[in-house]
């Protein structure tokens, strides 16, 4: 009996190791300006080709955003399969979801922002109110949303990850009633509507994709999916396809024309058809996957340190090796060294239990209160 495909929790984090690579390699080479017009070899690539390269990269932001709408999706339908829940129940979900991501946070944001202080690094105002209430929404994550001084801007996707968990419900509720529908729902109004370049909305199009997706198998369709008998020549020739799909979307994303005329769609469908790549071609490669998923472990703590090694503490460390793959290497290595010493002091103090506690307590005084 031929083996059915599943998308797993290792898949995930192999996908998020994917998706945090693209993030340094598009943090550190995707403009001149952030290679503070040193000069870095990108051999054997010209720096145009790498730096072309390296903006693409930015559709990384769409895939953590599509695996934290799948997961939430499947949390969600292990309990509720026919997403029947009521508003009572909604309202805990996104508590305890939105509980759950500020916890995690809250380590590395300690740790960062005491260094930063330390280090007399910080970004934040002078003046002591600005500073605190600057801090306070820094450590809510609702920095971006309400525009005040972000400690860095990358930390700007705390926002779009809290929008994503408020209107969960709502997309479930929505995608009951009209199904595969829905994508047409987002695209339209997406398209002309919501305002160009903004990051808290350019990116909303893979939800519909990733409710769909993570509801119906898709992913796991798409792999089982045979264009011929034979395996080997299925493999190519889906290879051949997908792969020229997503250069010639990306060719297309990367010019003025396509950004002012499709940005709202490609930047939906480019980091799913990049997942679905790497899912059907990439993942089951042993050594590969194993390292993908170790980078996936530590991603969410190299998402929130390492604009601080590259930008504020070790700004000229971090160019000085001149070779973009060293560079790359250095900010991965040391961001991950940050990580396992910061998972380490978690373990130490038992982190996951207390805030596993926490959440239960804040959830629990909701259910009873509200």
């Not at 700004?315 to 060293?326: I, W």
Request: aromatic content about 18%; charged content about 15%.
């Amino acid at each position: 009996m031929e083996k059915t495909c599943r998308f797993t929790k290792k898949n995930t984090l192999a996908v998020k190791g994917i998706a945090i690579s693209f993030l340094l390699f598009y943090h550190c080479f995707s403009n001149s300006a952030r290679m503070r017009n040193m000069a870095v070899s990108f051999a054997p690539f010209s720096q145009d080709t790498a730096m072309m390269i390296a903006r693409c990269m930015v559709h990384c932001v769409g895939m953590f955003a599509f695996l934290s709408v799948y997961g939430l999706t499947l949390s969600m339908k292990s309990k509720y399969p026919e997403y029947d829940f009521d508003g009572h129940t909604a309202t805990l979900f996104v508590l305890k979801r939105y509980v759950k991501l500020v916890l995690t946070f809250l380590i590395p944001f300690f740790f960062c922002t005491g260094v930063t202080f330390v280090t007399d690094t910080s970004r934040y105002a002078e003046n002591l109110w600005e500073n605190i209430i600057s801090i306070v929404m820094d450590f809510f994550g609702v920095g971006h949303l309400f525009g005040t001084q972000m400690l860095v801007n990358t930390w700007w996707f705390l926002s779009l990850e809290i929008l994503l968990i408020v209107f969960m419900p709502f997309v479930l509720r929505f995608y009951k009633k009209y199904n595969w529908l829905m994508i047409f729902m987002f695209l339209l109004p997406g398209s002309f509507l919501i305002e160009k370049h903004v990051h808290l909305t350019k990116y909303l199009f893979v939800v519909p994709f990733a409710v769909c997706f993570a509801d119906q198998r898709v992913l796991e369709r798409m792999k089982e999916f045979k264009i011929v008998k034979n395996q080997a020549a299925n493999k190519i020739i889906k290879f051949i396809i997908s792969t020229g799909v997503i250069i010639l979307m990306l060719k297309v994303w990367d010019s003025q024309w396509g950004l002012e005329h499709f940005e709202f769609a490609l930047t939906g469908l480019i980091p799913v058809l990049i997942i679905y790549w790497s899912y059907e071609f990439l993942l089951d490669i042993p050594g590969i996957s194993h390292i993908l998923e170790f980078l996936g472990k530590h991603s969410a703590n190299v998402f929130y340190i390492h604009t601080f090694i590259r930008v504020l503490w070790l700004k000229k460390v971090t160019y000085s090796f001149g070779n973009a793959l060293l560079i790359w290497l250095f900010l991965m290595g040391s961001s991950i060294a940050i990580s396992v010493a910061l998972e380490l002091f978690k373990k130490l103090i038992h982190y996951d239990h207390i805030s596993g506690k926490i959440t239960e307590q804040i959830v629990g005084w909701a259910d009873r209160t509200l």
